[in-house]
C-alpha cells in the first residue's frame, strides 16, 4: 500500500494494519494520517487481500518507523528534481535563517566542572614527576649508602653476589627512572596543514557554512574535509603542545550528507560550532586530550628499556643471573606503567565529565539552530546510519560473492537505512538500552533527546532538501570514492564492470535477506 506526505510528498510503503493511524514523515517530519494514494493498484485489492497479505508479512506494521516504510527512491529522478543553479542554491539557503538565534550560555554547572577538571589534570603531572623524584632519589641513595653490603660481607664468593645485588639494584633503579623520564620528551606527531575541499570547487557548502558559523558564533572554517564516517568534526590545527591555533579545519562524513537531509546535517555542523564558543572548555579540551594522549604513550609506548629487559630476559647464553636481573628490571619497570595507567584511567574519567557536559552545551546550538523535532530525527538517523554502513561493509568488503558491489557506495548504505525495517527497530532499542559510564565522552542519546524535548526550540533554519544538495557532483565524487574503495581492498585489477547499479545492489540486498516477503 502507498501513501504519500501532503506536505513534502515523499512516498512510502505502509502495511494495511498501519492505514487511518497517524505517522509522521521522516523527511520534513509532518504528522499526518495515513490515506492510500488515488490509483494505487493495490488501493482497490486492500480489502480482498488484506488478510493473505498479513499472512505473508513477516514483520507487523507495528514495527515499522511510524508504520512507515520508505520506498526505494526514483535516484535520477530525485536528481534532476533537486537540480538547482549554486546562485539559487545560495539565495535560497541565506534566506532560510528566519528568527534570532539566541546564544546559549555556558552554565554554572559547565564552569564548575571545568575548574575541578583542570584542577585535577593539573595535579597529575605533578604526581608523576613526584614519582620520578622520588624513584631518583632512592636509586642515589641506595648508591651512595648501601655499599657497606659488599664490604661488610665476609668471604669471596658472598662479597662477589652481593656486590652484583648493589649494583643490579642501582643499574635497574637507573633504568627506571630513564623509562619515566622518556615520556616527558614525547610531544606527539606534528599537524601538517591539510588539502581538503576549497572555495572555489564547493562555493555553495562554504557559503552555507560561513553563514552557519556567523549565526553561532563560530570560527570560519579554512578547509572542509569529506570522510567516511558517520559523523562529523571541527577542530584547529595546533601546534606548541596545543598551544598555537592554526586553520580551522569542518570534517564532515559523506553518509550524512548522502543519507540525511539539510535540516538534519546543518544542526550536526551547528554542534560541532557550538563546541568553539566555549572558548575556555576548548582550550581546555586541547591540554587535557594531549595529556592524556601523553600518559597513553607512556603506558603503551614500547621504549629502549623495554627492548633491553627483554634481551636479557631471552639471554641467549642462558645465564642465570642475566636473566634474573632482565626479569627485575622488568617487574620495576612494569610497576612504573601500572602507575601510570592508574593516572592515565584517573585522567580520562575526569576528562570525559567535561567533555559529556560540552556536548549537552554544544547541543543547544544544534537545537536551538534546527528545532527540537529534527535533533531528535538526526539523532536516531545517526544510529540507523551506522547500522546502515556495519551492513553495507560487510556486504562489498566480506563475502566472497560479487553481486553487493554498487557503483555508489554511500548511496547503498543509505538506501540500505531507507529500506530495511529491521535498521530502525535496532536503533530504537540502541537508544533505549544504551547505558551511560564515567569513560564515555558523550552522554547517551536518550538523555540528550529529552533535554531537546524539554527546551522545544521550533529552530530557525528550515530547508526541505536533501544534504547531498550542497555538494557539487555529490553522486560523481561518491562514485569515484566508492571505485578507490574497491581498488584498494581488491586491488588495482578490479574489474569496474563487475559494479551494479544502487536499484540492482538493493534488489539483490532485499531478496537476499527476504524483505519482499516484510513488505505490504
Not at 558517520?230 to 577542530?235: G, L, M, P, R
Not at 547541543?363 to 551506522?386: P, Q
Not at 533554519?461 to 544534504?467: L, W, Y
Request: hydrophobic residues 45%; positive net charge; charged residues 20%.
Amino acid at each position: 500500500m502507498k501513501i504519500a506526505c501532503p506536505q513534502c510528498n515523499k512516498q512510502y510503503k505502509i502495511a494495511p494494519a498501519a492505514l487511518g493511524k497517524k505517522v509522521t514523515c521522516r523527511q520534513c517530519n509532518h504528522q499526518f494520517v495515513s490515506a492510500p494514494i488515488a490509483g494505487d493498484p493495490d488501493r482497490t485489492n486492500s480489502r480482498s487481500g488484506r488478510s493473505a497479505k498479513k499472512k505473508q508479512t513477516a514483520t507487523p506494521a507495528g514495527e515499522f518507523e511510524d508504520g512507515l516504510l520508505p520506498l526505494p527512491p526514483s535516484r535520477r529522478s530525485l536528481a534532476r528534481k533537486n537540480a538547482v543553479s549554486p546562485e539559487k542554491l545560495n539565495a535560497e539557503l541565506s534566506q532560510a535563517f528566519r528568527g534570532d538565534f539566541a546564544r546559549p550560555r555556558i552554565t554554572i554547572a559547565h564552569r564548575l566542572v571545568g575548574l575541578i577538571v583542570a584542577l585535577l589534570m593539573l595535579l597529575l603531572p605533578v604526581i608523576y614527576l613526584s614519582l620520578i623524584v622520588g624513584i631518583g632519589y632512592a636509586t642515589y641513595w641506595h648508591t651512595v649508602n648501601d655499599w657497606v653490603w659488599v664490604v661488610n660481607v665476609p668471604g669471596g664468593r658472598a662479597k662477589i653476589l652481593a656486590g652484583l645485588v648493589y649494583g643490579a639494584i642501582s643499574f635497574a633503579g637507573l633504568l627506571w627512572v630513564l623509562s619515566l623520564i622518556r615520556p616527558l620528551f614525547f610531544f606527539g606527531h606534528q599537524q601538517h596543514e591539510q588539502t581538503g575541499l576549497s572555495r572555489e570547487e564547493e562555493p555553495v557548502l562554504f557559503a552555507f557554512t560561513d553563514r552557519l558559523a556567523e549565526v553561532v558564533g563560530s570560527p570560519k572554517p579554512d578547509v572542509i574535509n569529506l570522510s567516511l564516517d558517520v559523523n562529523a568534526s571541527a577542530s584547529y590545527q595546533t601546534t606548541w603542545f596545543g598551544l598555537r591555533r592554526k586553520q580551522f579545519c569542518l570534517t564532515l562524513g559523506i553518509p550524512l550528507l548522502a543519507g540525511m537531509t539539510l535540516n538534519q546535517v546543518s544542526g550536526v555542523i551547528a554542534h560541532e560550532f557550538g563546541h568553539f564558543s566555549q572558548s575556555g572548555s576548548m582550550f581546555l579540551d586541547r591540554i587535557i586530550r594531549r595529556i592524556n594522549f601523553w600518559f597513553a604513550n607512556a603506558v603503551y609506548g614500547e621504549s629502549s628499556v623495554d627492548d633491553f629487559s627483554n634481551e636479557l630476559m631471552h639471554d641467549e647464553d642462558g645465564n642465570v643471573l642475566v636473566v634474573l636481573f632482565g626479569f627485575f628490571t622488568f617487574l620495576l619497570v612494569g610497576f612504573g606503567k601500572i602507575v601510570l595507567w592508574c593516572l592515565m584511567m584517573i585522567g580520562h574519567g575526569v576528562s570525559c565529565t567535561l567533555m559529556r557536559r560540552m556536548e549537552y552545551d554544544a547541543d543547544r546550538y544544534g537545537i536551538g539552530i534546527v528545532g527540537s523535532e529534527v535533533f531528535e530525527a538526526t539523532s536516531r538517523r545517526l544510529i540507523e546510519l551506522s547500522l546502515a554502513q556495519h551492513i553495507a561493509g560487510d556486504l562489498a568488503f566480506n563475502t566472497l560473492r560479487g553481486d553487493h558491489l554498487p557503483n555508489n557506495f554511500p548511496e547503498f548504505m543509505t538506501a540500505i537505512a531507507n529500506t530495511d525495517p529491521r535498521i530502525a527497530k535496532k536503533a530504537k532499542k540502541i537508544i533505549k538500552k544504551e547505558q551511560s559510564s564515567w569513560f564515555a565522552s558523550h552522554p547517551t542519546t536518550a538523555a540528550r533527546v529529552r533535554v531537546a524535548e524539554r527546551l522545544q526550540a521550533p529552530g530557525i533554519f528550515n530547508v526541505k532538501r536533501p544534504a547531498s544538495s550542497l555538494v557539487t557532483g555529490f553522486r560523481g565524487k561518491s562514485k569515484e570514492i566508492t571505485q578507490l574503495l574497491y581498488n584498494l581492498h581488491y586491488g588495482d585489477s578490479f574489474d569496474l564492470d563487475s559494479m551494479r547499479t544502487v536499484d540492482e545492489a538493493i534488489e539483490v540486498y532485499e531478496n537476499t535477506i527476504g524483505q519482499r516477503a516484510a513488505v505490504v
